[in-house]
């Protein structure tokens, strides 16, 4: 975990996350919290994330999400070298999808 982020505001906020009961909920807050751009930009990794996972090249990624190969690559680094916070969800979101 990056020490750098560990505050209590963050808390505050993971905590708020976490209280969070369905995608509705999902939306009013991040709708208030985030500007769409912001939003969107979370959604574009995420969804980067799994395309990569899917061993999709950087091309097949740069047309579906119109990331850029910089987010693409940022992505990347940190499912290879990152916290494995991208696999603990991938793992407990892709039995939801069958």
Same mark, same amino acid.
């Given at each position: 975990?990056?020490?750098? +982020?560990?505050? %209590?505001?963050? @808390?505050?906020?993971? #905590? !708020?996350?976490?209280?969070?009961? @369905? *995608? ?7 709708? #208030?919290?985030?500007?769409?751009? &912001? ?7 995420? %969804?980067? !994330?799994?395309?990569?996972? #899917?061993? *999709?090249?950087?091309?097949? +990624? !740069? &047309? ?7 987010? +693409? ?10 916290? @494995?916070?991208? %696999?603990?969800?991938? @793992? ?7």
């Amino acid at each position: 975990m990056n020490k750098k +982020i560990k505050t %209590e505001a963050v @808390d505050y906020l993971f #905590d !708020a996350v976490l209280s969070l009961k @369905d *995608k509705n909920e999902c939306y009013s807050f991040f709708e #208030d919290l985030c500007t769409v751009n &912001e939003l969107l930009s979370l959604s574009q990794r995420f %969804e980067v !994330a799994a395309m990569l996972r #899917d061993h *999709k090249t950087y091309l097949e +990624i !740069a &047309e579906k999400t119109g990331a850029s190969t910089a987010t +693409i690559s940022r992505v990347n680094r940190s499912l290879n070298y990152g916290n @494995d916070g991208y %696999e603990l969800v991938f @793992d407990r979101i892709e039995p939801l999808k069958n």
